[in-house]
């Protein structure tokens, strides 16, 4: 995943930009960097890796070594950006967020042309970034090469780019499975995937890009080069999961929304007859506690964190690359409150299950510390597909998916015929599905969100929303 955020402005807004991307750094945490443009100095850059340090103390450096009264940033798992271009389209620096499954064919594409050529980096790979800068210096101007680089693209490009006479070009993917909004503040205006970025430094909302649509922005305003299309998929990933409970997308606020779903989650226990005794709700922190909030008040069961994690020096547990370091880093950060544990028949509510692996290690430490039993809800359905789309998980293949994994273990290959069957907690297979990870994580019951539930509680149009890994469409 990644974030991006940017300001034009009449005055010095390096220190803004510095602060704008900081509030992105929930959604990566390989990279780091900043462009800038100043009358004097001209398009400045600078990025850092951000694994073993956060954004903040690897970037507060840069106000004293850089300026500009433009500039743009990003936070990403890609590959190191913004990057410094110069083409026959000017001078400009550019960052890309999404994915781009295509790559190899559209380099091939790229290396035919006359001169065609890319830096390589190790083992010969291309940075995404500057593939896509290359596609977009393929056409006359900015606005048709976007248009022309996103549409050659299998996945998702959502682009700022900073000029050389410190205007910014604002282009939303395609299919707007990614947020792109807009501020004006008293000096300029901003762009920025999370709202609140740049509310915090003073803007307020101006309105969000649709799908396709491609901005520029000046001190002047934001004015439109590409129209939005007709379609859009937002990811419904924001709201259950990688959103920040601040966040507002499409006019829906992440932590509300979570409150609504952890509510659908307990009506629909309610439904079925789930009747176990239940000491406590809690949530998998931090993004499955609005969830068991919002299961807690629904149900009237009493809400209690069982156990804190550890934040203030440990990592983010994703961010090893090795599976059984972040298990490791998970684990260390486990702080549990045995008055809350021991003796407790305790029901967690987590944001999704995906792999499974950390989830037993946090189940197995509960019963470590005496819980009775331990329940567990998932708020979203079960995850059947890795997304091609933003990337945002680590799967490499759909079979990581421990969902994938039990459905082959019953059936083989016939199961992935039946996978609308598996989702649902009403037939005999979903039932099964439920039931043997259950056994394999220790759960004393699993359900999951329903598809229906999780649409009703973000409260869109269905085919405004992307949920390509619950259900394999796009």
Not at 41 to 56: C, N, V, W, Y
């Amino acid at each position: 995943m990644g974030g991006y955020f940017g300001i034009v402005s009449d005055r010095e807004c390096l220190s803004d930009v510095f602060f704008g991307v900081d509030y992105h750094s929930h959604l990566g945490t390989r990279t780091g960097g900043l462009a800038a443009y100043d009358k004097q100095l001209g398009l400045q850059r600078q990025i850092h890796g951000i694994e073993s340090a956060p954004f903040r103390t690897r970037f507060e450096h840069v106000l004293k070594e850089m300026r500009g009264t433009s500039a743009i940033g990003c936070i990403s798992d890609t590959d190191p950006q913004p990057l410094l271009v110069r083409s026959r389209l000017g001078t400009y620096a550019i960052c890309v967020t999404g994915v781009v499954n295509n790559a190899e064919a559209l380099i091939e594409k790229c290396l035919q042309r006359e001169g065609g050529a890319f830096d390589a980096m190790t083992g010969g790979k291309v940075n995404t970034t500057q593939l896509v800068s290359a596609l977009i210096n393929q056409k006359n101007d900015f606005a048709e090469g976007i248009r022309f680089a996103q549409e050659q693209i299998d996945g998702t490009a959502a682009i700022l780019l900073l000029k050389d006479d410190g205007s910014i070009i604002a282009a939303r993917d395609l299919m707007g499975r990614l947020p792109m909004q807009t501020g004006k503040g008293e000096h300029g205006y901003a762009v920025s995937f999370e709202s609140f970025a740049y509310e915090k430094l003073g803007f307020e909302q101006l309105g969000e890009l649709g799908p396709g649509e491609i901005a520029l922005i000046t001190t002047d305003g934001v004015r439109q080069l590409a129209p939005p299309g007709a379609h859009k998929r937002v990811c419904a990933f924001l709201w259950s999961y990688y959103g920040y409970p601040t966040s507002t997308y499409e006019g829906v606020n992440v932590e509300l929304m979570r409150y609504v779903n952890g509510a659908e989650m307990a009506e629909q226990d309610e439904k079925n007859g789930f009747d176990q005794h239940i000491d406590y709700v809690g949530g998998v922190p931090d993004s499955g506690t609005p969830h068991a909030i919002g299961y807690a008040n629904r149900s009237g069961k009493h809400f209690a964190r069982a156990f804190i994690k550890y934040t203030p020096t440990w990592a983010r547990s994703f961010m090893p690359q090795d599976q059984s370091d972040r298990c490791r880093v998970a684990k260390m950060k486990q702080i549990p409150i045995k008055e809350l544990i021991k003796g407790k028949d305790l029901l967690f509510v987590d944001d999704s299950i995906v792999r499974g692996t950390q989830l037993r290690e946090t189940v197995d430490f509960l019963y470590e510390n005496g819980a009775r039993s331990v329940h567990m809800r998932s708020a979203c359905p079960p995850i059947l597909f890795g997304c091609k789309f933003l990337n945002f998980s680590r799967a490499t293949s759909d079979m990581e998916l421990i969902a994938r994994r039990v459905i082959q273990e019953q059936e083989g290959e016939e199961g992935f015929k039946h996978l609308d069957e598996y989702a649902d907690g009403t037939t005999e297979r979903g039932k099964r599905l439920r039931s043997v990870i259950a056994e394999k994580l220790h759960f004393a019951s699993l359900e999951f969100q329903s598809l229906e539930g999780i649409i009703k509680a973000i409260g869109l149009n269905p085919c405004e929303l992307c949920t390509y890994c619950w259900n394999g469409k796009e």
